[in-house]
């Protein structure tokens, strides 16, 4: 199954790790240093010009480039928020919460 996380992106949701809110990310010290570092490290792709939220992705490249089985990961922004990425990809049907953040009548 495929994400569409706007624009002409879509991305395999198998391969994401966590979709972050970016008002809640830029409320911690410790996120907005972990997204400085990866900016500089070269793992934001940048998709959208104000970001609502950011997808980590972690998928296993198999290009000549690169040797297989090596894993790569990537930091996409995104203008849909969280909450509707999370029911666009189905995740909210998979995952047991247990009954912590999740109403099923929102």
Avoid: Q, W
């Amino acid at each position: 199954m495929f994400l569409h996380i706007g624009k002409d992106k879509v991305i395999p949701t198998k391969d994401i790790i966590v979709i972050v809110d970016v008002e809640s990310m830029e409320k911690s010290e410790t996120n907005r240093e972990f997204f400085s570092i990866a900016s500089e490290e070269g793992f934001m792709v940048e998709d959208s010009e104000n970001p609502k939220s950011y997808i980590i992705t972690e998928s296993t490249e198999c290009r000549k480039d690169l040797r297989k089985g090596k894993t790569r990961t990537e930091i996409y922004s995104s203008g849909i928020s969280s909450s509707t990425l999370l029911k666009r990809s189905n995740f909210i049907d998979n995952i047991d919460l247990g009954g912590i953040g999740y109403n099923e009548s929102e």
